[in-house]
């Protein structure tokens, strides 16, 4: 007898609208780690991907045997396996951090209409790697590759501000700040700076220029760089500056969010 081929087709889509379902529910089940808890139970990732025990179960011993999962203790705990950690590593080397910031600096460039530069840190100092620069007819520009001291400037003072405790690179930078440098109003202006997630500074890299930058962070959630935007101080007069600031820091949280941090809520 001859097979009927608009039934197979009928169920080749079942099959295939199932495994899809699957793959979907895999997801929510590796997405239900964070940070804050990457151990769960059975019944706190129920809780948080609305499956039922035993999908749950299918799902997991599945998972386990691809080693994306792995079960510990008793009662037993689910955690990512090493071969989530495989994978991030794949994902960490095609990484380019430049290529993820020139859409946001092009789009902060275009909505401020100031040149917004990326920032990098490199053996304790801070490095410009990425600029779009101003289309005004009079425009600031760092120029790539332009280093300077971390305690002088928005772009610096933003990674300083947000150093992990016992950072060796911000211990040695506040012990050997810039010449001119006040300590204590570098210290206070770094307080300023994590109370309002953004760094300012007016006239101190250039006499006339105002400069705003925001912390990037890596996977890790260690600050690694910052985004900053600059230009002349009568374009951006005082007042004005947290609306600029708001889009510096909204790029900055893309730019983190582009490189796999995820914020702890506090």
Not at 109 to 135: K, N, Q, W, Y
Request: with cysteine.
């Amino acid at each position: 007898m001859d097979a009927n081929p608009v039934k197979d087709r009928d169920e080749a889509r079942l099959d295939e609208r199932d495994g899809v379902r699957a793959v979907h529910r895999a997801i929510a089940v590796l997405q239900s780690f964070t940070p804050a808890q990457p151990t769960l139970s059975v019944l706190e990732m129920q809780a948080r991907t609305g499956l039922s025990r035993p999908t749950l179960y299918r799902l997991l011993q599945a998972l386990e045997a691809g080693g994306m999962v792995r079960a510990e203790g008793e009662p037993r705990r689910w955690s990512l396996g090493p071969t989530v950690m495989t994978l991030a590593q794949v994902w960490m080397a095609t990484l380019d951090v430049r290529r993820l910031a020139q859409p946001l600096l092009e789009a902060l460039r275009d909505v401020t209409g100031e040149t917004a530069g990326l920032f990098l840190l490199r053996d304790g100092r801070r490095i410009c790697v990425a600029e779009c620069i101003s289309r005004q007819v009079l425009a600031m520009t760092r120029g790539l590759g332009e280093t300077e001291h971390i305690t002088r400037g928005a772009s610096g003072r933003a990674m300083l501000a947000f150093a992990p405790p016992g950072a060796a690179w911000a211990e040695a930078a506040l012990a050997n700040p810039m010449a001119d440098a006040d300590h204590v109003a570098v210290l206070a202006e770094l307080e300023a700076t994590r109370r309002r997630g953004f760094a300012l500074s007016r006239g101190e890299v250039f006499r006339g220029a105002i400069a705003i930058a925001a912390p990037v962070f890596d996977h890790g959630g260690t600050v690694c760089g910052a985004i900053a935007l600059y230009g002349p101080e009568a374009r951006l007069p005082r007042g004005q500056e947290v609306q600029a600031a708001a889009h510096v820091t909204t790029a900055a949280a893309k730019l983190s969010s582009e490189l796999g941090y995820t914020a702890v809520p506090r």
